[in-house]
């Protein structure tokens, strides 16, 4: 960071506040609030900032303190997929959360790509926003994000050392068999995701053997991909006359199956969904859907990202309960 001077020296290049933040690992906010002695900055985040602001000798030019008041607030938010349901409850407790603080919000996909992720990451860190939300999965290289471990929050996933905020995909499948069985149903079979996918698949896969076991049920289960095709197509290969429940692991699977018990006349059957899409109980009389506090998940995950760049809090796991 050099430039050269009138008389052809090496001249040190003036930080700016972005620079700055960088440097301490938080958003320029931050920055902005512990030059303006903001007193909700958590003092070891203070301590930091000023210490470098100190070694570089760092003073805001005056455009940039006469726009320090009006500077725009913005928070990237980096989604798996744009049409999903559970997704989008997530982003609108988000976004209530973050309009309600002044922040605006870029939104961005990953397809599920791990490529993806790096690139949006580096887009939004070049464009300078205050913090990150982002939905995580597989294969995700978190080494690689540790730099920005202080202004990051990811939902679905946890990794150490990260804020996180997660779903009770465990809790919810009891809870679905269990109000099963309080029903008097106790034939049910499970629709599911391959356990490569490690919450919708493994995870919501091994509450519901755990359940059977706990309950003494017979477990019948049927993986595939997360489409409602795929729910569809299970729901044939488990389907028999004396099945009573169809669990799924998502509405989306449920959509699927529901699909498939309405072309076979099979109105005894229950399905069940996780996710509380209303098309899947508008649609189908014999469905029902559990929420999983997706849009609460969202507000959470926005309120630690706010914590964090505005206050300096450390990250922290959380998991959004179901009802």
Known sequence: MWRLGLCG????????????????????????????????????????????IAEHDFTPSKSARAMRSQSQKVVGIIVSRLDSGSENQ????????????GYDAVLMESKFEPAKVSE?????????VDGIILFAFNDLDYEAMAPLRERLVLVAREAPGFSSVCF????AIHAMVEGLLADGLRELAFIGVEPGDLTTGARRRDAYLAACARHHLTPRLA??????????????????PTTQALVCASDTLALGAAKYLQEQGRSDVLVTGLGNNPLLTFLFANARSLDLGY????????????????RGEPP????????
């Open 9 to 52: 020296c090496a001249m040190e290049k003036k930080l700016t506040i972005l620079d700055i933040a960088r440097l301490a690992g938080v958003g320029k906010s931050t920055v902005s609030r512990v030059l303006n002695r903001d007193p909700k900055v958590r003092e070891e985040t203070r301590a930091r900032i000023e210490q470098l």
């Open 120 to 128: 949006h990451l580096a887009v939004l860190e070049r464009r300078g």
């Open 223 to 240: 993986l595939g991909d997360l489409s409602h095709q795929s729910g569809y197509r299970l729901a044939a290969t488990l389907l028999s």
């Open 168 to 171: 009770d995909d465990e809790g």
């Open 90 to 101: 997530a982003v609108r407790g988000m976004l209530e959360t973050l309009y309600a603080s």
């Open 316 to 323: 922290q796991a959380t998991i959004a309960a179901s009802r």
């Open 295 to 310: 849009k609460r998940a969202g507000a959470q995950a926005a309120s630690q990202l706010l914590d964090q760049i505005e």
